[in-house]
Structure formats: C-alpha cells, structure tokens
C-alpha cells in the first residue's frame, strides 16, 4: 500500500486545523478545529502503524486511540468552559475575553474588606 494519501489527507485536515484556530472566532469552532488536527494526527498514527513493521505491533492503534481519549476529555473540559463563557457573557467570541485579571474595585481591599480610606468607614473599628 502507498501511503502517501493518507499522509497528504492527514495534512491536509491538520492545516485546516490550524487554519481554523487561528482565524475563528467562536470558541466552539475553535475546540473542533482541534478535534480536527487530532483526528489528523490519528490518521498518520495508524497509517504509520500499517506501513511500518514496528518492534509492538499495533502499537499506532494503541497511540490513536489514547489521543481519541484525550481528545474527549479536552472536548469535556472545553465544552465547559465555553458555557461558563457564555453565562457570564452572552457571548463565545473568543475576542472579548479578557486575558488579565480585573482590578479590584476602589474602596475594596483584595479579600473584599472595605479599606480605610473608603466611603462609609467613618465610624469602623480599626
């Protein structure tokens, strides 16, 4: 068997990952470019696994289907992700989330005491 298209076909579907990851905006378009590239590294996995006679034997199969696990447990955890992303938001445009963390409000110390200086502490207790 020539392997070459299943080499072309599994470059083919990886680029388009890349290409999907780098130009989408929506997360959820975003997790299946990676599902994508995934599936591409599957594919050389098991073409190399049947081209090539390997000390294990079937152990291309064995890699592809850990990946196939991996690969469900990235789309739980993203998946999750995403939804939480859009409760807060209303939105999964990868765009507008933030990247750093907010600064925390004036008059509101990091574990969310009032400071000192802060409007209605006249009378507190020091």
């Known amino acids: 068997m020539r392997p070459v298209i ?16 780098l130009r989408r905006r929506n997360a959820v378009l975003v997790l299946m470019a990676v599902e994508l590239m995934l599936n591409a590294v599957n594919l050389v996995l ?4 049947t081209t090539v006679k390997a000390v294990l034997p079937h152990s291309g199969q ?3 289907l850990f990946v196939i696990v991996l690969a469900a447990a990235e789309i739980g955890v993203g998946l999750a992700i995403v939804l939480q992303l859009y409760r807060l ?4 445009t990868v765009d507008d989330v933030p990247l750093d963390e907010p600064a925390p409000a004036v008059g509101v ?13 006249e009378g507190a207790v020091r």
């Open 6 to 21: 299943p080499y072309v076909t599994a470059a083919l579907l990886f680029g388009l990952g890349v290409y999907g990851v």
């Open 46 to 49: 098991v073409t190399a696994d």
């Open 62 to 64: 064995v890699f592809a």
């Open 89 to 92: 938001r209303a939105s999964v």
């Open 109 to 121: 110390a990091p574990g969310g005491l009032p400071t000192p200086e802060s409007p209605g502490t």
